[in-house]
């Protein structure tokens, strides 16, 4: 599996598309073919009526550069169910979903930084949770293909059906 060893190196790596979960892979196709020739592309290259399977599980966040935070645009109803509540309208910080609140923004300031995609994954769940695995893709979105404006995520969890 590809591991990032430390999330400060430009990493554009792949690899990750042989291991991951078929939706994942799928998602990432799509993503890429909304580029068009740019490096990222813009929100409004997404039309939800043509990801309608994908929505349950994607979460929308904006980047406020003047105050270097992320807000919860959008999420999924997938995404509200495993956390328990609807975190839109709050920051990473208040409503992270993880261990550490600097591990989580560490993710969103990578792809905002280097431009690039994130994938992160866990094959160990916490002793209470039921989800056993879980991936996530993070992408970069910009309205002008030099500014990360907006973070797209992906998720898949399985689940552990004995719990």
Same mark, same amino acid.
């Given at each position: 599996m590809m591991e990032l060893k430390h999330k400060t190196d430009k990493i554009?790596? $792949?690899?990750?598309?042989? =291991?991951?979960? =078929?939706?994942?892979?799928?998602?990432?196709?799509?993503?890429?073919?909304?580029?068009?020739?740019?490096?990222?592309?813009?929100?409004?290259?997404?039309?939800?009526? $043509?990801?309608? $399977?994908?929505?349950?599980?994607?979460t929308l966040v904006d980047v406020k550069p003047e105050t270097n935070d992320f807000i919860y645009r959008l999420v999924g109803t997938k995404e509200v169910e495993i956390r328990g509540k609807d975190p839109t309208g709050k920051s990473i910080r208040e409503e992270f979903y993880g261990e550490l609140a600097e591990e989580a923004e560490e993710n969103y300031r990578y792809v905002k930084e280097y431009k690039t995609f994130l994938y992160d994954h866990t094959n160990e769940a916490e002793k209470s949770s039921k989800i056993i695995h879980d991936e996530t893709?993070?992408?970069?979105?910009?309205?002008?293909?030099?500014? =990360?404006?907006?973070i797209l995520l992906y998720s898949v969890q399985q689940y552990d059906q004995n719990k």
């Open positions: 554009y790596d $792949e690899s990750f598309l042989d =291991v991951c979960h =078929v939706n994942i892979r799928a998602f990432f196709d799509f993503y890429c073919a909304k580029k068009q020739g740019r490096s990222m592309p813009s929100r409004s290259d997404f039309d939800p009526l $043509e990801m309608k $399977e994908y929505l349950p599980s994607i893709l993070f992408l970069p979105l910009s309205n002008n293909d030099t500014d =990360v404006n907006m």
